[in-house]
């Protein structure tokens, strides 16, 4: 299988904490992306990282790429309860369109 | 980012019917639509790719003449579940694309079949 893994796969920490969701993958890439899905419900694209880059911001996410280990990191700071909800990361397959999605990781945010 | 609706958001159908699920790029062409599945608790696995006036490309595993796939248009996809039985249920979304760039995700299409 070429689906990535992430890890870990439940999180659960309390709200303000920082939340750090590991991603794997197995080809090579252009991109890597990080999705987030609530309960039953479509997914909200987060961040896109090239795979030229190595760190990339966005509000209260962060993510890096290292393309040596074939790895992404998200970083969720300051953690709300509406960030409650599992988080993908996705690659596109050797540079294809269609996207290869990690396992996810199911995130608890508790008041 | 672009708008990619998919319709209809839920469905509920008897076992042994086809279901009709329709993605739609809203604000720009698609030559490139793709289909994915996800069952309860589990990832997004791609079932297949479709460009516009071709035939669709079927990952390993997915019976073709079960998950019908049109993408009569670039701006409209369409996949219908033929014969669908209680394990066909399942979280159905599609995405769209077009030339260099990302692909912008559907919201989605819950199937039960009963």
């Known amino acids: 299988s070429q689906q990535g893994e992430e890890d870990p796969q439940a999180l659960s920490i309390q709200e303000g904490e920082n939340a750090t969701m590991n991603c794997s993958y197995k080809?090579?890439?252009?991109?890597l992306q990080w999705y987030r899905q609530n309960s039953g419900r479509g997914l909200v694209h987060l961040i896109l990282?090239?795979?030229?880059?190595r760190e990339k911001h966005s509000g209260r996410l962060r993510v890096t790429l290292d393309t040596s280990k074939k790895s992404s990191s998200l970083l969720i700071t300051a953690s709300r309860a509406a960030d409650t909800a599992s988080y993908f990361c996705?690659?596109?397959?050797?540079?294809?369109?269609?996207?290869?999605f990690g396992q996810g990781t199911r995130l608890t945010i508790n008041p | 980012g672009a708008v990619v609706s998919q319709h209809p958001s839920r469905v509920i159908c008897k076992s042994g019917t086809s279901v009709k699920i329709e993605c739609r790029s809203l604000d720009f062409q698609a030559t490139t639509m793709f289909w994915y599945r996800q069952f309860p608790k589990q990832s997004l696995m791609l079932m297949a790719t479709?460009?516009?006036?071709?035939?669709?490309?079927?990952e390993q595993g997915v019976e073709k003449d079960k998950f019908l796939i049109n993408h009569a248009s670039l701006t409209l996809s369409t996949l219908t579940v033929t014969s669908a039985h209680p394990e066909d249920s399942s979280f159905y979304i599609c995405s769209a694309a077009t030339v260099n760039t990302e692909a912008f995700f559907g919201q989605g299409t819950r199937l039960t079949v009963v």
């Open positions: 996705a690659t596109d397959d050797q540079g294809a369109q269609k996207l290869v």
């Open positions: 080809t090579s890439i252009n991109n």
């Open positions: 990282i090239r795979s030229n880059e």
């Open positions: 479709s460009n516009e006036g071709s035939k669709a490309t079927y």
